[in-house]
């Protein structure tokens, strides 16, 4: 199907393109899933296309000498350029699909460690950072000898940016920034640190996982080197990801893995390397997951990214106002700039019991650190209950999130 504008929002509209939207929780509670920071669902559409796929047309790609795998690999690189357009690539040779961005980010590092960063080398990253734009580089870090700078956060959720241009210095290699907190919901100002970095000549890393369902990503307009994002967080499969680079980049970079279809000619004395992207592509990659993911950006392309952001942030204002009618209740991340994620604490209840409590009442919330321990070793804490929302989402699913934490607190605070 092509990609064609919807006109207006209607909310429940897309409710009915999710099967699993009609739950009942344990059989009996109505299920409210707010937990899409997580993972989204997905549209029947991208189920069908799947399930298609492997009726139809699977079959390996780039290898077969039949009909069958021609048309696989032609829906497999028709994905590509899906993707393609979806971020505003400049060409199919940029996109690499991994299986999700923490396979995006490890490839991005490990890469570099093969003699693009050296000993005293430095990698500039936040505080804000998920563990996957974190321990990928320490790993690269104790490898090469390079160091690992953190650029801080203030008390709302905020990056402190006048502290990245004293932490650049003419060793900085690479800065490697998350686009969307997914602890917090900040959105970072992505734009105006490539900018900065690009002056100092300084590649930057992206990590799109939690901004790409949610605000619009064009990366021709950010200017950033690399955007990584997954699947599984825009409505499409899990096992499925992207790794945008710059042409000139992958160019530069050694592979990340080696083994079939990454190599243009073998010898036990010398290999040489398949032309881009298939570089980075090593052994049979998810096929129908590319394809479903494709299928899941053009039904994603038919809403404008700018009515998905307004509806998505008057829900994240109205949890937020009801929260902070409840006693003991505390926002954990208030960023001026945020969106589709409402993190929390209570006075006197663990957020694991206020998470088994909502889930009594089919209320589907994240609990912990969310991968993200910096950020509470930030604000003092072990973890959240985090409230994360997409584009079927609803005002009245709000309320019973609100009514069903009432419920739970005052169970637990008796
Ligand atoms: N965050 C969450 O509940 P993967 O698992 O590779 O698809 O995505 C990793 C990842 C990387 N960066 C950010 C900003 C993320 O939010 C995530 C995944 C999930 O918040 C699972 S911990």
């Given amino acids: ?17 999710f099967p699993i939207l009609e739950t009942k929780v344990r059989g009996t509670k109505r299920l409210v899933y707010l937990d899409n920071a997580a993972t989204t669902q997905r549209p029947k559409r991208v189920i069908d296309t799947l399930k298609e796929f492997y009726e139809k047309y699977n079959s390996n790609v780039h290898r077969g000498a039949h009909w069958l795998s021609d048309l ?20 199919h040779r940029e996109i690499v699909f991994v299986r999700g961005t923490t396979e995006g980010i490890n490839l991005i590092a490990t890469s570099f460690s093969r003699g693009l960063l050296k000993e005293g080398d430095e990698i500039i990253v936040t505080e804000m950072e ?5 321990v990928p580089w320490q790993l690269v870090a104790q490898q090469t000898g390079a160091v690992l700078k953190v650029i801080p956060i203030n008390d709302k959720g905020e990056l402190i940016l006048y502290e ?6 003419d060793r900085t290699k690479l800065i490697s920034i998350v686009h969307v907190s997914n602890s917090l919901g900040t959105i970072n100002p992505v734009k105006e640190i490539i900018s900065l970095a690009h002056q100092k000549g300084i590649p930057v890393v992206v990590d799109g996982a939690q ?28 096992g499925i990801g992207v790794v945008y680079g710059k042409e000139e980049w992958l160019e530069k970079m050694p592979p990340y893995q080696g083994g079939g279809d990454m190599i243009k000619e073998v010898t036990f004395e010398k290999t040489t390397y398949n032309e881009l992207p298939y570089k980075f592509e090593a052994g049979t990659p998810n096929i129908a997951g590319a394809i479903g ?13 700018n009515e998905v952001h307004s509806h998505e942030n008057e829900l994240v204002q109205y949890a937020t106002e009801l929260l902070k009618e409840i006693d003991g209740v505390r926002i954990i991340g208030e960023a001026d700039n945020k969106t589709a994620v409402v ?67 005052k169970f637990f605070r008796r």
């Fill in 1 to 17: 199907m092509g990609i064609e504008q919807q006109v207006g929002f209607d909310v429940e509209r897309v409710r009915r393109e």
């Fill in 211 to 238: 901004a790409v369902a949610h605000i619009s990503v064009d990366v021709q307009d950010l200017d950033c080197d690399f955007y990584v994002f997954s699947g599984h967080k825009i409505y499409g499969p899990t």
């Fill in 72 to 91: 696989a690999t032609k829906m497999y690189e028709d994905a590509r350029k899906t993707v393609k357009e979806f971020l505003n690539a400049h060409s």
């Fill in 130 to 134: 998920h563990h996957s734009n974190i």
């Fill in 293 to 305: 993911l494709a299928e899941a950006l053009k039904w994603f392309k038919q809403f404008d990214i």
């Fill in 164 to 169: 990245l241009e004293n932490l650049i210095t």
């Fill in 343 to 409: 993190s929390f604490i209570a006075d006197g209840v663990h957020p694991h019991d206020i998470g088994t409590g909502l889930d009594m009442e089919g209320v589907a919330i994240r609990t912990g650190h969310h991968c993200t321990q910096p950020i509470m070793c930030h604000f003092g804490i072990m973890a959240t209950a985090r409230a994360s929302f997409a584009i079927y989402n609803t005002r009245e699913e709000v309320e019973i999130f609100v009514d069903a934490l009432k419920k739970v607190l």
